[in-house]
């Protein structure tokens, strides 16, 4: 089982609608948890950290459960801009660093 | 200017020879990273340091060595490259504690 998986997609929507974005960690040691947004060839951006009270940022909303050990981010009002690739990323506190990337969900918006 | 640059952009060689790839980063950070994306899979961390005397392996390191010439440089060496090795590579570098990391805009390695 890897340690960070995602559903790869693609998922396909129009423009307007609300998506939402699962991502599962199998270590317990995990301590924080980001969702970056990588463009085609581009290089991974920061799209928002997570909380665990659940954080928002403007049409995002991302949510952790540690109990279940899943993170998620939920797209609202989707546009065309934000096609793109959605890494899920879980840094472990194991006495070292390790920082793992999930392989990424991919969205589409269409117009 | 960009924060990360990496230098080339986009390499073609052959099985067998030596490649380097050059980080640099104005940010200030200590810590600067490796890693190398492949379709389908996860950035996967080559190398790591946390400064300029640290070097850490990551979980892929075989194959690649690395030198940190100074805070702001980081380069990653493939001895003998082979067709496996073909990836988009990218460094990156953060700040203290488990925060958010800042990429270069990555090399396109490809060899024959």
């Known amino acids: 089982r890897k340690e960070v998986e995602q559903d790869p997609g693609p998922f396909n929507v129009p423009e307007g609608a609300t998506v939402a974005f699962n991502c599962t960690y199998s270590n317990s040691a995990s301590q924080s948890f980001f969702w970056y947004r990588q463009d085609c060839r581009k290089e991974p951006k920061l799209l928002m950290s997570?909380?665990?009270s659940g954080n928002e940022d403007g049409r995002f909303t991302a949510q952790l459960n540690r109990a279940s050990q899943y993170i998620s981010l939920l797209i609202r009002d989707s546009k065309l801009s934000d096609s793109a690739t959605y890494l899920c990323v879980v840094n472990l506190n194991t006495g070292g660093f390790k920082t793992i990337f999930g392989a990424g969900t991919r969205l589409f918006v269409k117009a | 200017d960009a924060d990360v640059t990496q230098t080339p952009r986009n390499r073609i060689t052959k099985t067998g020879k030596r490649i380097m790839l050059e980080c640099s980063q104005t940010k200030g950070h200590d810590r600067m990273y490796w890693y190398r994306q492949d379709p389908g899979l996860g950035l996967q961390l080559i190398y790591y340091?946390?400064?300029?005397?640290?070097?850490n392996k990551g979980e892929i390191s075989d194959g690649y060595s690395v030198s940190r010439q100074a805070q702001a440089k980081f380069s990653l060496s493939l001895e003998s490259a082979i067709p496996n090795q073909t990836a988009l590579y990218f460094c990156?570098?953060?700040?203290?504690?488990?925060?958010?990391?800042?990429f270069g805009p990555g090399t396109r390695l490809t060899v024959l």
């Open positions: 990156a570098t953060s700040g203290q504690g488990l925060n958010e990391q800042f």
């Open positions: 340091s946390f400064d300029v005397k640290d070097i």
């Open positions: 997570v909380y665990s």
